[in-house]
């Protein structure tokens, strides 16, 4: 090992230098610089915030239209990531003269990094959640602790990273907690004279929603809903099945288990009498969600991934949720859901029972839909926070002076 000056390196300047060494040449070509006179903004995008990056690019172009983008990551170059080339990214910053750097996502691009705070460049992380490496001992967690005490601001979305931040001494005036840039989806679309015609046969009576149930959650949600029944007696569950092909088998099912039904897909009338309305599957789900103030999430119990759909359907549209403990693809957003109490999670038959009688009330059901909402919309107002730091930092004057001295080459 050699080199000026590494006996006075701690251990993640050890593990940065090691790593910067090894490479360097690596990655071929610089990517373009947009024409233009407007700011710069180096954007490195990791794969865990690809769905969140359209969002901030969207407020900081809206905000700043002639800012000019340079995007790196692995996804963007097809392979290697040039933010990890010591010698391309010294090359694209001589060059394009960003504002600032701006990082999306677990992945620290050390040789970005590292040639940014050389320069005196600001560099902001976003997106951020602490993990188990960024606190570990040796020359990997080292080596990201060191990286992120080089960071103008590190943002995290939630207050576990937030504390674990504050576990390895980062300085608090350069953290912040903004949560995540949540995905905001469309409402889903329904026919509003068959909503209104559709509330009208309901007569006020309170309604829930099983939505995409596939098979093995069927006679859980079966019994849930004589659960509610001893609540309100007039209630009525609107059943989803996964399959459509399980219809007519799963009428005969719940008439054989007591309880009255009719079939969307025969037209059938639901009047009081009625205490399960089978729809035609995973179909209207928009006109569903609006008529049923509670919804139980299928797959959720049994972990049907295919059954599983996006938890902010429900929530855009006013309906409190339940769902299981499976969580998917959705994980972060049930995880945005919970913290909030936007929803109400279930371990298991004797849980949801439970859960579809207590949300037979009102208020319960407002609080658990309200909260949802919020979440489900919240994800623009964490873009926007995001954008208006990396923007301040853009116009901040910068620093007087040479460049820092870098790791030794």
Known sequence: MSGPGLG??????????????????????????????????????????????????????????????????????????PADDPVLV????????????????????????????ARRIPVLLAEFRMSARDLAWGLQGGMR??????????????ADSLAQARRISLPAARMAMTGPVSEIREPLHCS?????????????????????????????????????????HRALLILAPRDPARIDGLARDIEAGGLSVARRSEDEDFGDEIQVLL???????????RLAPVSFMGGTLCGDEAA?????EPAALGSAIVHGPEAGAFRTEWQQLDGAQAARQ??????????????????????????AWTVSTGGADVAIRIAERVLAAIDAPRPAGPARESLPA
């Open 8 to 81: 006075q390196l701690g251990l993640g300047q050890l593990g940065l230098w090691l790593h910067l060494r090894n490479r360097r040449g690596q990655t071929p070509g610089l990517p373009p610089l947009p024409p233009g006179n407007g700011p710069v903004l180096i954007l490195h995008v990791a794969a865990d915030a690809l769905a969140a990056a359209p969002q901030i690019l969207h407020r900081l172009t809206r905000a700043r239209p002639l800012l000019r983008l340079v995007r790196l990551g692995a996804e963007e170059a097809g392979g290697d990531d």
């Open 90 to 117: 010294a090359q694209l910053l001589d060059q394009a003269k960003p504002g600032a750097v701006l990082l999306l996502g677990a992945t620290l691009p050390a040789a970005l990094i590292a040639a940014a705070t």
């Open 145 to 158: 602790r060191q990286l992120l005490t080089q960071l103008a601001s590190v943002m995290v979305t939630d």
């Open 192 to 232: 509003e004279t068959e909503r209104v015609s559709m509330a009208q046969q309901m007569n006020g009576r309170h309604a829930w929603f099983a939505a995409s149930l596939p098979a093995p959650e069927e006679a859980v949600v079966l019994d849930a809903h004589q659960a509610a029944l001893r609540r309100s």
């Open 279 to 289: 729809t035609d599957g995973p179909t209207e789900m928009g006109l569903w969600y």
């Open 308 to 312: 599983m759909r996006h938890p902010f």
């Open 346 to 371: 279930v371990r298991g038959p004797e849980d949801l029972c439970q859960a579809i009688a207590d949300l037979t009330q009102p208020v319960p059901i407002a609080t658990l839909a309200s909260n």
